[in-house]
């Protein structure tokens, strides 16, 4: 075991004499050298973990199909090349991780032969072509991730097999097809990710899978409504469903939120439906995924993109809030800064919203984000919004492409703590204020396309 030794150079050639080994360690070494071929005359070997150690070359195909072999390390090595072999009959193999390397090629259909395979980590770089219908044979595998290649074609519904796994990672490839309710035979799953594909049809009933806690399928193809059952799992902290089709909420509705209510320690801390075909005012039950009452812990809502309209909702305890891009017309209540109490960050830009801009939004403590931008807004900047870059440490206020009037206050504090003011495109007047000046953070001021007078 000689991790972390700070070893250089090649792997010495002496190992070789050492025949008897069953584990050996070279993680986190500068090895800038290739994987001896040796090793695979190791007959007592069981484990091999060299991570982390600048190895380049190709890898020994025949490491692979040591019989004795239960855990295989090669991960974060990113000069490594090789190929997954021809895996023999009844290997021991529980553990391979490849993860970071060069490694390319197909799955092999004889990747079903190593039934003892708990862990796959695949992730980043090169594998191409479909899962094999042999992956079936895994049934003790608790954790498969083939996330950021180049896999392609459907899931099989031999997965549904894998009763055992807990993590399932399959994001960043080109699958396609439906994700069928025979995936909900895995009930043990705690994380799964399947963004950036090509899944189309329908999201399945995940009524079965209790212990899900990420559930993240954005950036695919899939239209239809989005199952209320889904908010119901009582472990489930995070739902990204953004960059879909989805055109609403299904007709469970009522049922399901009886259901839903009943759970008093619901975990949800994020959800993100931006960039679909919601419709409609915001659901109801979304508007109780939060709130001291039942106890719940929304952090993070993200509704973009689609196609909302009403009115803006009350929504306390939630820190970032984004409600861009929809179709919301109305004016934002006088007393929205009570809701806002512990809000980072409140986008409402590229809607219809009108009137005024409430002067309780100066009392939202956290408030770094405040982006109303391309709305109708009309009045004045209210002072305490200038100084709350000094009390409350608001960063980044975008108020461009309104229907603002008056002067940008003389309000400016000795800490102001501003990276961004966008101003440009409203009817302000007047001079640009000195005390701007104690800005020194400033990234970015826009005033363009106003009335302003600067002095040189």
Request: proline fraction near 6%.
């Amino acid at each position: 075991m000689l991790s972390s030794c700070y070893l250089s150079g090649s792997i010495d050639s002496s190992l070789r004499n050492l025949q008897s080994l069953s584990i050996i360690r070279l993680n986190g070494n500068k090895f800038f050298a290739p994987v001896p071929d040796f090793f695979a005359y190791f007959k007592n070997l069981t484990s091999l973990e060299i991570s982390s150690s600048w190895l380049n070359g190709k890898f020994p195909e025949k490491i692979f199909q040591v019989p004795t072999l239960r855990t295989l390390d090669l991960s974060h090595n990113f000069l490594l090349e090789g190929y997954l072999p021809e895996f023999p009959p009844n290997g021991s193999l529980q553990t391979m991780k490849l993860q970071d390397t060069l490694f390319s090629g197909t799955l092999p259909p004889s990747i079903g032969n190593l039934k003892m395979l708990s862990t796959i980590m695949l992730e980043r770089y090169n594998f191409t072509g479909p899962i094999p219908d042999t992956i079936a044979s895994l049934k003790q595998l608790v954790h498969l991730d083939m996330s950021y290649n180049g896999f392609s074609g459907s899931i099989p519904n031999s997965m549904a097999s894998l009763t055992r796994l807990v993590y399932l990672d399959m994001s960043y490839n080109s699958f396609n097809g439906l994700i069928t309710n025979s995936m909900m035979n895995l009930t043990r799953l705690v994380y799964l990710s399947m963004f950036v594909n090509n899944f189309s049809g329908s999201i399945p009933i995940f009524s079965m899978t209790k212990n899900l806690d990420i559930l993240d399928l954005s950036q695919n193809s899939q239209n239809g409504q989005i199952p209320i059952s889904l908010f119901s799992l009582p472990s489930l902290r995070s739902v990204q469903l953004s960059k879909n089709q989805f055109s609403g909420f299904n007709n469970q509705f009522s049922d399901q939120m009886k259901e839903f209510c009943n759970i008093s320690s619901h975990l949800l801390e994020y959800l993100s439906l931006g960039s679909n075909n919601l419709e409609g005012p915001i659901p109801i039950f979304i508007l109780e995924l939060q709130g001291p009452i039942l106890n719940l812990s929304l952090k993070n809502l993200n509704l973009p993109s689609n196609q909302l309209q009403g009115q803006l909702p009350m929504i306390s305890s939630v820190q970032y809030l984004d409600f861009s891009s929809n179709r919301f017309h109305s004016s934002i209540p006088a007393s929205i800064g009570q809701s806002l109490a512990s809000t980072i960050s409140f986008s409402l830009s590229s809607n219809k919203f009108y009137g005024t801009i409430p002067r309780s939004i100066c009392n939202v403590a956290n408030l770094e984000v405040l982006d109303l931008s391309n709305n109708s807004f009309s009045g004045t900047i209210p002072e305490c919004l200038i100084l709350m870059s000094g009390q409350t440490h608001l960063q980044v206020p975008d108020l461009r492409t309104n229907n603002l009037n008056g002067t940008i206050p003389d309000a400016f504090p000795n800490n102001c703590s501003l990276q961004f003011l966008a101003l440009n495109e409203n009817r302000l007047g007047g001079e640009l204020p000195k005390n701007l000046a104690n800005c020194t953070m400033l990234g970015l001021l826009d005033i363009g396309n106003n009335r302003i007078e600067v002095y040189h």
